[in-house]
């Protein structure tokens, strides 16, 4: 279902609302209005941090310097 972010140039209240119809009139939660207007909703989704090992290649120990 597409959800939509819609802000009201009246009481500039912004609120989420369940979009059907493209041309559907939203009404204000807080005054009543219609003076809604939909915002862009840029929702970043998936919040994926690479995480990226460094193969610590572990140095040799041992120095034989036997005689
Ligand atoms: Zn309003």
Known sequence: MPMY???????GA????????A????????????TTEKLMSAF?????SGSSYAGASGGGCGTSGFT
């Open 23 to 34: 041309q559907e009139e939203v009404q204000c939660p807080e005054c009543d209005e219609y």
């Open 5 to 11: 972010e819609y802000r009201c140039r009246n009481c």
């Open 44 to 48: 970043a989704s998936g919040g994926s």
């Open 14 to 21: 912004t609120f989420d609302e369940l979009v059907i119809s």
